[in-house]
């Protein structure tokens, strides 16, 4: 999938995952959408792909997409949003590549659409 080693220096940013659920906004009675966390906060180390895995799926449902590394976690699911902490930005979950390795150390590729949720994004 994604080449390199995984440094801790690699890991940049924070992550929550979660759902949108709506709420009863009190002001106006209308329904209003918020992001409810089902993690603590995550690093995460954005991955890039090679040239020939670019030309691999460009034209599929994929080529839309980007690609962060976090820490293994059984409970990550596709159902799930992740939200970036620093912009509040919210984005689809494609596909989650799991490490079942039996190493102590493990990391999950988290594939996610490249840009935030048009109903949702964060703002």
Do not use: C, W
């Amino acid at each position: 999938m994604v080449s390199g080693k995984l440094k801790p220096s690699n890991f940049i940013g924070k992550v929550e995952f979660g759902t949108i659920k709506s709420v009863d906004n009190q002001n106006t009675g209308g329904k209003k959408k918020i992001f409810v966390s089902v993690s603590h906060q995550m690093r995460f180390a954005p991955r890039s792909r090679s040239i020939t895995q670019s030309d691999t799926i460009f034209g599929t449902d994929i080529q839309e997409t980007k690609i962060i590394a976090v820490r293994h976690n059984m409970e990550l699911s596709e159902n799930l949003k992740v939200m970036f902490v620093k912009t509040g930005k919210v984005h689809d979950i494609k596909y989650i590549s799991a490490d079942e390795s039996n190493s102590p150390i493990k990391f999950d590729y988290i594939t996610i659409t490249k840009e935030p949720l048009g109903v949702f994004d964060g703002t």
